[in-house]
């Protein structure tokens, strides 16, 4: 009988906290977020995808809380890769995160100006850059695919992180501690070039009120490894 009250207590516990966790992130309770801790959310969502114990937030009771207004906590700058969705893999609700996808997970034009609007106008607190192993962007850009003009251009954004990673002999896509070690060197000169190439970016860091940081998503075991 106590034992049972004892598990019931921790159930309506992990229940209360989960209601807590599932409440729409309003503005002020965002800004005493700090851009460490806006990081440690998504390490905490990562670590419920895997253990198979995601909140299962009621998404459409959080669509129509952000119906008239959004305040997300974080970006992530993901891969198109389908297995590698940040909202998943980060067990976010709807209105949490801003994403962007671009296979390869580089810096574009594009994607930097999205990442400045995220946080400079609506005032997300860190920036994640989500590679992740077993990347077809990576593996393209090692064995120089040729497919098409656009292909070609997109893979020439990933061809300095090839080049960056030192190798001995042929590269091939066969080899996949290249592809991992290309993934990573790619995700660390993502992460330098949305400061490099924003003023925007470079400032809130400076000041305090950004924290930019790459991670590496394991397609086989779900973990999502946090660069230092
Ligand atoms: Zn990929």
């Known amino acids: 009988m106590l034992a049972g009250s004892g598990a019931f207590a921790i159930a309506s516990n992990a229940m209360d906290n989960g209601a807590r966790q599932c409440a729409p992130l ?3 309770a965002r800004k005493a977020i700090s851009p460490d801790r806006a990081i440690s959310m998504l390490a905490e969502g990562n670590a419920r995808y895997i253990a198979g114990k995601p909140l299962n937030c009621d998404n459409l009771g959080a669509m129509r809380a952000t119906a008239e207004k959004q305040t997300p906590f974080a970006c992530v700058l ?16 709807i209105g949490d995160v801003f994403v962007g996808r671009v296979a390869g997970n580089i810096a574009t034009p594009e994607i930097i100006g999205s990442l400045e609007f995220a946080t400079a106008v609506a005032g997300t607190k860190a920036i994640v850059v989500l590679g992740h192993t077993h990347c077809g962007a990576i ?13 070609t251009a997109l893979l020439d954004g990933i061809e300095p992180a090839v080049q960056a990673t030192p190798r001995e002999g042929a590269r091939s896509s066969a080899d996949q501690g290249l592809v991992e070690a290309v ?16 003023a925007v970016l470079q400032g809130l860091v400076s ?13 086989g075991t779900g973990r999502t490894h946090f660069l230092a």
């Open 26 to 28: 309003l503005a002020d």
């Open 78 to 93: 993901g891969c198109i890769d389908s297995r590698a969705a940040p909202e998943l893999v980060f067990d976010q609700k």
């Open 139 to 151: 593996k393209g850009a090692i064995d120089q695919a040729d497919l098409s003009p656009n292909l």
């Open 183 to 198: 993934a990573l060197t790619n995700i660390r000169l993502t992460v330098a070039a949305l400061t490099q190439r924003s």
């Open 207 to 219: 000041e305090g009120k950004l924290r930019i940081i790459g991670a590496l998503y394991d397609v």
